[in-house]
């Protein structure tokens, strides 16, 4: 079961930034907190991760709460290009190595010209 | 770098019938996992492969299994469709160790 909550949904203005908070209370000390997004009729995208500290990439900033059960995906910028549903993900490496992506339903981000 | 393909884009089938679909993962990755996803129960997990042997297994009946070959491409099988298998099939592939993966378009399997 996906162990991350997420609003169903959030709208933006073009141009203007997006926060889009995840819930993860039950996260444990080794899982990485990811974020993929889906654009319409597209495989899912990886966008971000981290596990401790804020990060940064060319796509997003990821903010992550001091005591980790919680984070915000900053699109600085939104365009119509980032309206998709994007997914919080905590992934953690099972034993064998293996790991698997539990999405739970996302958050679809309307974008507003 | 190409990133992940995967044949055929669509696909439609009868009931009853089997159906074969391929990913070729992104060069270098080894671990390449499948997931499905309809508008009822969204993306759900189905198998990972890594080096050739199933690593990991989702919650799907014996009907869906799945293979890896040694170049790391990798085929999953349904047998004896139903239709509730219409679904977009994923494959995403990542490197030994990373947490992170990498998604195909996906194949589109409908089933009448």
């Known amino acids: 079961d996906a162990k991350t909550t997420q609003p169903n949904s959030m709208e933006s203005n073009e141009e203007e930034p997006v926060h889009l908070p995840c819930n993860h209370s039950?996260?444990?000390?080794?899982?990485?907190i990811h974020w993929y997004r889906q654009l319409p009729s597209q495989g899912p995208e990886y966008v971000i991760h981290?596990?401790?500290s804020n990060v940064n990439n060319r796509m997003a900033s990821l903010a992550i709460a001091e005591d980790r059960k919680s984070s915000t995906l900053i699109l600085h910028r939104a365009t119509l290009r980032d309206a998709a549903v994007y997914y919080c993900i905590l992934v953690g490496v099972a034993q064998g190595g293996s790991e698997k992506l539990v999405f739970g339903k996302g958050t679809k981000l309307t974008v507003n010209p | 770098k190409a990133g992940v393909t995967q044949t055929p884009r669509y696909l439609i089938k009868t009931r009853g019938q089997q159906v074969t679909l391929s990913c070729s993962p992104i060069?270098?990755?080894?671990?390449v996992s499948w997931y499905q996803q309809t508008p009822g129960q969204g993306l759900q997990f189905l198998f990972e492969y890594f080096s050739e042997t199933q690593r990991n297994k989702g919650n799907f009946p014996g009907r869906f299994s799945g293979r890896q070959f040694s170049n790391s491409r990798s085929e999953m099988n349904v047998s004896t469709l139903e239709l509730g298998d219409s679904a977009l099939y994923l494959c995403a592939s990542s490197l030994a160790g990373s947490t992170t993966q990498y998604f195909g378009p996906g194949t589109r399997l409908t089933v009448l």
């Open positions: 981290g596990l401790t």
């Open positions: 039950t996260i444990s000390g080794t899982d990485y």
């Open positions: 060069s270098g990755h080894r671990s």
